[in-house]
């Protein structure tokens, strides 16, 4: 790629959605999940996704994600189209441009903190993954815990390695699907505190699924989903309407 190219990529905004429809299921089962959703998100912007739960936020993110496909639409993150790519093509591109953290941690329970976050970066053809590991677990504050297993490890500090795998490849975006719902009060706090201290630490692009008013507060904007259909609010108007 020369470098017009490349200029003309970092011009252009983290998330460009474009009339994206997408249904699951056949027959009587269908359902008609996006529709006819369109949004772009800035680089460097905190945007909260809120809504009713069944609206459509979480899908709506694995669509940026490109784990879900749209029936219709252009999907283009951080200047890649996503449309046209097949399956290995996407999980390239997630595995270098997109971190997503998930609200049940989604570890796997057979390997170490370290090896969790490594793993990825492994399959991403990193040569120094164990390294790039060790430093960003470090960087959450689980330097002593690398040979720890999930179980061994508090509902926190599984958050803690999910978003130090998030990180570990310098992602443009970070999604995050209600990163505290599975946490108490202090530690979500925590948790949060860390999200945004990282983000702006790094400059990524965030995009946050979520209920909680205090999360949604700390976005530079939200946007609701109802049955589907998404609209802009103001962060104030939506935090004091989505309550638990």
């Known amino acids: 790629m020369d470098q017009t190219s490349i200029e003309r990529r970092h011009d252009q905004p983290a998330v460009r959605i474009e009339g994206v429809d997408l ?3 056949t027959g009587a089962a269908r359902v008609h999940i996006l529709k006819n959703v369109s949004l772009q998100i800035a680089r460097g912007e905190a945007v909260g996704l809120v809504g009713p739960s069944g609206s459509g936020k979480s899908t709506l993110l694995m669509v940026m994600a490109g784990v879900e496909r749209p029936n219709k639409g252009r999907v283009v993150i951080a200047g890649q189209d996503l449309t ?18 998930f609200q049940s941690f989604h570890l796997i329970p057979t390997m170490t903190a370290l090896e969790n976050v490594a793993i990825p970066l492994e399959l991403a053809g990193r040569d120094d993954a164990l390294a790039r590991a060790k430093a960003e677990l470090e960087s959450v504050g689980l330097g002593e815990r690398l040979e720890h297993y999930p179980a061994q490890l508090s509902g926190g500090e599984q958050q803690r390695v999910a978003l130090a795998r998030a990180l570990a490849p310098d992602p443009a975006i970070l999604l995050a699907d209600e990163p505290t719902g599975n946490l108490d009060e202090t530690t979500g706090r925590e948790i949060m505190d860390l999200l945004f201290a990282k983000r702006a630490e790094r400059g990524a692009t965030l995009v946050i699924v979520t209920h909680d008013p205090a999360l949604v507060r700390r976005c530079d904007r939200s946007v609701r989903m109802h049955s589907g259909v998404l609209e802009e609010v103001g962060v104030q108007e939506t935090a004091g309407a989505s309550g638990r």
């Open 23 to 25: 249904s699951l299921g």
């Open 84 to 101: 046209g790519l097949n399956e290995d093509a996407l999980a390239r591109f997630r595995g270098r441009a997109v971190g997503i953290v």
